[in-house]
């Protein structure tokens, strides 16, 4: 198994290592099924001579599951109570962290967009989202800015005829809602040199395949890069480490919406 990530690594240049060895099991164990190697050695082989069996690996234990409006509650919770007080400001600039195809990033722009379309300010917000990830694959697929049906499972359909533009079986997201957005490969494990600070960080569902001293990692650099007093937001199936948890104060919302106490 070893020698399989090792593989992974010198392939992808980055480090699987701190992914849950349970979690890398079972997509290299469904793998060696899918392929028919006889065992791990078999499959070490084949991965050797077949570059493109080898990224179809790495990109499986990254896991690129995503949609629109993922957490439906957390979306209206930005709404009503977040964004209103963000969007006062005259900038305003977010990270969406682990954003794999975009679909995150973009139910944000909707989002901050419906409610600019709304604001009476003479002189609205100018918003701009970071949105990376470690895959390539997947930012390559985020800037196209398409997304197939099942992803769009939690789109209302006033939402899905205004923004979206159907063509070849995809859903297009139409230039007002992709401008918001510049998208970018950052591995989370990475320091990241001059990058700004930011008023709001949503990290959800990429923590919970770390082992733990490598979640804590993760969260204190995206920490780093928080306004005092910034947003920070995992996922309804992640809980806050506790070697971090004095960085942050819970919000009463929701257990998984917290504001730097920095
Ligand atoms: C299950 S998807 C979650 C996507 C989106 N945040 C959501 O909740 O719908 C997990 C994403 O985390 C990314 N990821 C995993 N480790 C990462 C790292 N070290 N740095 C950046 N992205 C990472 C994967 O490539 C994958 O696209």
Redesign the pocket.
Known sequence: MEKIVHLMKGQAG?DLSG?KNSYIETQVKAFQQKVGANDLNALFNYLKSNPAALTQLTNAC??????YF?NPRLFELLRQLYLPALLKQSSVNIW?????LG??AFSLAITIHELLQQTLEPCPAKVHIWA????AK?IDTAKAGYAIESNLVSVGEAIKQKYFHYKDHRYYVQPAIKNYVEFAV????QPLANAPKFDLI?????LL??DIAYQQH?ITNLHQHLKPQGIFII?EFESMPANCASLFTKSAEAPYIFTSNL
Do not use: M, W
């Not at 969406?96 to 794999?100: D, I, Y």
């Not at 949503?202 to 990429?206: D, F, T």
């Open positions: 980055y992914i990254l896991n690129n599951a995503t949609r993922r969406v962290a682990a954003c794999s679909d995150e990376t990830d470690i895959s997947a950052h591995d989370l494990l949503i990290c959800r569902n990429a395949y770390y993760l996922s």
